[in-house]
């Protein structure tokens, strides 16, 4: 299911399941036990890379394009600053079984 998040006055499906892990984890460079402790020390690169995965991943499930790059995720999120937190925040809830509550 996804969600959407509104980044710079613009709307985006964000998803987070094993299709965004996957290119989130592979895009990062991490292994599957690593996102175990994953918002230890996170480095601001890893949660952009996290948001765009995210991104990618909920443009792909409702069939949109998707061709931003981690670069370019970074220059929305430089205009709206609180969109990585509220995206990072669905991240949490998609795996913590606070999803629709």
Known sequence: ??????????DYPVKFGFSALISFTDAAGLA?????NLGD??????ALTLVWAGLKDGARKEKQPFDLTVEDVADLIDDDQEAI??????FAKSFTGTQGK
């Open 1 to 10: 299911m996804t969600k959407q998040v509104t980044i710079n006055g613009a």
């Open 41 to 46: 020390g996170m480095t601001l690169g890893t």
């Open 32 to 36: 599957l036990e690593d996102l175990e």
């Open 85 to 90: 937190n509220n995206v990072l925040e669905l």
